[in-house]
């Protein structure tokens, strides 16, 4: 058994580092790939930038938010609405901690998505 750890330690000394270099390596290729198709399209790759996301912070923080708040609310309901159900059954209901987080998390995302409606519709009637 011992043999079979050491041979794992020593295939994953060699194999992480030549991970490693390969996704730089890919990353950098690509990147520089990137540039020379620009230049041949005559853009000029200094003067690029890409296209930020005002609403990306916002998104994530509704939905940890409600991802949060369907994690508390699936330990309320488990510790004091089901709370006779597991004691006779080890499992608990680890379903309704997968359903709460999936709910609120999307319902995060959704008021995410009425918010930036809400602000490109403002903003897209002053220009007219």
Not at 11 to 21: C, G, H, N, S
Not at 98 to 113: N, W
């Amino acid at each position: 058994m011992d043999d079979h750890v050491r041979e794992l330690g020593v295939m994953v000394a060699i194999l992480v580092p030549i991970a490693m270099f390969a996704m730089i390596f890919g990353i950098v290729y690509l990147a520089k790939r990137e540039r020379m198709a620009m230049i041949e399209r005559g853009m000029d790759p200094r003067r690029y930038k890409p296209q930020s996301a005002p609403f990306q912070n916002l998104k994530w923080g509704l939905l940890f938010i409600g991802a949060g708040v369907g994690l508390f609310l699936a330990y309320l309901l488990d510790h004091t609405l089901f709370s006779k159900i597991s004691e006779r059954d080890d499992s608990g209901n680890v379903a309704i901690y997968f359903a709460l987080i999936a709910i609120f998390g999307g319902l995060g995302l959704f008021l995410s998505y009425l918010i930036e409606k809400k602000h490109n519709d403002k903003e897209g009637g002053k220009g007219e």
